[in-house]
């Protein structure tokens, strides 16, 4: 697989229906067992899971969606706060739930060996994707690292091309917050009043009222109560 022509693929596609069949061009070409890329969290759509690109079975698909298996899934699961690439021989095997999943998954041709790598957006969403391979264990600890060489860059460059097509990325970017906007922010999460907080940072309490009334504009929300669940959302406190 070109990395140069994989990349080209993603940005002529017109739709997400047209990355899930590149996923299957480069599962083909490849010759890996699946590639999967799953958004798990994205807080301009409240809908969980909202973008799912996958190459397994169907009859998986089917039972994996039916069982809700996203709750329990270990790769998942590990993966909501991961910052590394997870190797699902890493992931907890020792509960019976645990063993029944990655057996059950196996029997269906998930594959044998995993590797995940996590995905942080610009607008805090969060995604992973996913390549398995059936390999031996010898090959799988020789070649994981090149699996993660290649699949990195295109991981980042797809996820970016579905959030675009998905309709889930603002073209325009959000002014940053201040500190002062984001302590003053802060200061209401703790409990304080606007006076308190006023006290606490040494300002003048309109001072403290004109950061939140910034805050609240440069969220674009309505009310200061609103913009504290945004910023709160969007990992801005």
């Known amino acids: ?107 269906f041709g998930v594959g044998r060996h995993g590797l995940t790598l996590p995905i942080r957006g610009p607008a805090a969403e969060r995604a992973l994707f996913t390549v398995t391979t059936n390999a031996t264990d010898d090959h799988w600890h020789r070649w994981r690292f090149s699996y993660m060489k290649d699949f990195h860059l295109l991981a980042h460059y797809l996820h970016d091309r579905a959030m675009r097509l998905a309709g889930l990325r ?24 606007p006076g308190q907080i006023a006290g606490e940072l040494d300002l003048s309490g309109s001072a403290v009222h004109g950061y939140l009334r910034t805050a609240r504009r440069k969220l674009d929300c309505a009310t200061v109560e609103q913009a504290i669940a945004k910023a709160v959302r969007l990992d801005l406190l």
Not at 70 to 94: C, K, N, Q, T, Y
Not at 180 to 193: A, F, K
Request: glycine share 4%; aromatic share 8%; hydrophobic share 40%.
């Open 1 to 107: 697989m070109e990395i140069d022509q994989a990349l080209t693929a993603i940005e002529r596609a017109n739709s997400v229906a047209d990355l899930g069949r590149i996923l299957v061009d480069w599962r083909n070409e490849s010759g890996v067992a699946h590639l999967v890329y799953h958004a798990t969290h994205v807080p301009a759509c409240e809908q969980p899971n909202p973008v799912l690109l996958l190459t397994y079975d169907d009859a998986w698909v089917k039972r994996y969606v039916e069982r809700n298996y996203f709750s329990i899934d270990p790769v998942v699961v590990a993966g909501r706060d991961a910052v590394l690439p997870i190797d699902w021989m890493a992931v907890e095997h020792d509960t019976p739930e645990a063993r029944h999943f990655f057996a059950e998954a196996e029997s």
């Open 170 to 193: 603002l073209d325009h970017v959000m002014r940053p917050l201040s500190s002062r906007e984001r302590q003053c922010l802060n200061g209401l999460v703790r409990g304080r009043t």
